[in-house]
Each structure stands twice: as structure tokens, then as C-alpha cells.
T-cell receptor, first 108, second 114 residues
Framework: KNEVEQSPQNLTAQEGEFITINCSYSVGISALHWLQQHPGGGIVSLFMLSSGKKKHGRLIATINIQEKHSSLHITASHPRDSAVYICAAYFGNEKLTFGTGTRLTIIP | DTAVSQTPKYLVTQMGNDKSIKCEQNLGHDTMYWYKQDSKKFLKIMFSYNNKELIINETVPNRFSPKSPDKAHLNLHINSLELGDSAVYFC?????????????FGEGSRLTVL
């Protein structure tokens, strides 16, 4: 069964802290997406990766294919990073399976 | 220019009515999707179209009928609306139907059925 699990479900941190959000999946995948949804509702694609590591500004995404695990890191977190972060895995069946999301709140 | 645009953004209607949500993308993508996001913010795919052809129909009641007049448009028509249809519906597009292309989402259409 194709499953995607995220942890933690909720995360509250102080501004400036290093943030890690985890995503595990059940079987082999072709690609994994990290998405961001702000309280206003819009969804933005942050990363799409199938191996290794990608970096964009203060955001870093890594994936370990052998361990079936991906992490999203935020360095020097800021209140504007407060959002729901969603990972989604492509299992090769032409559709994405989504995790349940991690609600991140950064306190000034 | 908005890459993926949905209309309407908000829709409030009575049970039993029929309504449509429209989606257009100006990115030249071949693949478009409809996703439903429930009250717990969980996203689930409903339909996928590639070059106007339906490729995914994910156990959605047949009251939901997608239509793709061309590859830039994917509309969603819902007949006989029920309370459980209340959700946010997101349209998205990508250049690859294989799941390994960047996804671009519309702003969502919040449907409330009374």
C-alpha cells in the first residue's frame, strides 16, 4: 500500500531556530515533493527531488532512498515561515500520495 | 499573469444544486489535476488529465464530472451537491504526467454546501 507519513503534525518554535520536518514513505518512489500552504490557503511547490539534496535560500530538502525518508529543513526560521508543509510521493502510478501535513508556527 | 487561475474563489450553495468550478493555466503544461482538501487539510487527488484525456479518476462519485475542452482548461462540474462536498478544491498543472515535474497550484475554490 502506498503511504506517506509526516512528523511532527504540529511544530512551534522560536524565531531563529533550526526546523526539521520529516516524511517517510512505504515503498519505492520516483519523486518526492515538498509543498507549502500559507494560512491564506494557496499551495506553493518548494522542492521536487528524487535523490540527494536541494537548497533554496534558507530551505533545504534531503532524501534517503534506502531509508525511504525525506526531510525538510529551515535555517534561521522566521515568522513568515509559519505555514503547513506537505510532502507528497509519486509511486509510479501517475498520481501523488500526500502526507497529512505539518503545521509550523514560528513565534517572534 | 496568474499561472493557474480558478474561479470562483468562494462558492456557497444549497444542497441539491449543480455548480461548476473553472480552471485555466497559461504555462503550456500538458497535465492538469483536481484535488480536494478536506477540513483537516488533507489533499486527495480526484482527477488527472493529460492533453485533454482523462488518465486518473480516483473513486469520485459520478456526480463529479471533469471536462477539459483544451489542454489549458480543466473544469469541474458537480451535480446534486451534498453537505460532504464542502471542501476546498485545488486545480494544479505540471509538464509531466509522471509525477516528477514541478506542480503549480491555483488559489483554491472554497465550496460550502448548506
Amino acid at each position: 500500500k502506498n503511504e506517506v507519513e509526516q512528523s511532527p503534525q504540529n511544530l512551534t518554535a522560536q524565531e531563529g531556530e533550526f526546523i526539521t520536518i520529516n516524511c517517510s514513505y512505504s515503498v519505492g518512489i520516483s519523486a518526492l515533493h515538498w509543498l507549502q500552504q500559507h494560512p491564506g490557503g494557496g499551495i506553493v511547490s518548494l522542492f521536487m527531488l528524487s535523490s540527494g539534496k536541494k537548497k533554496h535560500g534558507r530551505l533545504i530538502a534531503t532524501i534517503n532512498i534506502q531509508e525511504k525518508h525525506s526531510s525538510l529543513h529551515i535555517t534561521a526560521s522566521h515568522p513568515r515561515d509559519s505555514a503547513v508543509y506537505i510532502c507528497a510521493a509519486y509511486f509510479g502510478n501517475e498520481k501523488l500520495t500526500f502526507g497529512t501535513g505539518t503545521r509550523l508556527t514560528i513565534i517572534p | 499573469d496568474t499561472a493557474v487561475s480558478q474561479t470562483p474563489k468562494y462558492l456557497v450553495t444549497q444542497m441539491g444544486n449543480d455548480k461548476s468550478i473553472k480552471c485555466e493555466q497559461n504555462l503550456g503544461h500538458d497535465t492538469m489535476y483536481w484535488y480536494k482538501q478536506d477540513s483537516k487539510k488533507f489533499l486527495k487527488i480526484m482527477f488527472s488529465y493529460n492533453n485533454k484525456e482523462l488518465i486518473i479518476n480516483e473513486t469520485v462519485p459520478n456526480r463529479f464530472s471533469p471536462k477539459s475542452p483544451d489542454k489549458a482548461h480543466l473544469n469541474l462540474h458537480i451535480n446534486s451537491l451534498e453537505l460532504g462536498d464542502s471542501a476546498v478544491y485545488f486545480c494544479a498543472s505540471t509538464y509531466s504526467s509522471q509525477g516528477n515535474g514541478e506542480l503549480f497550484f491555483g488559489e483554491g475554490s472554497r465550496l460550502t454546501v448548506l
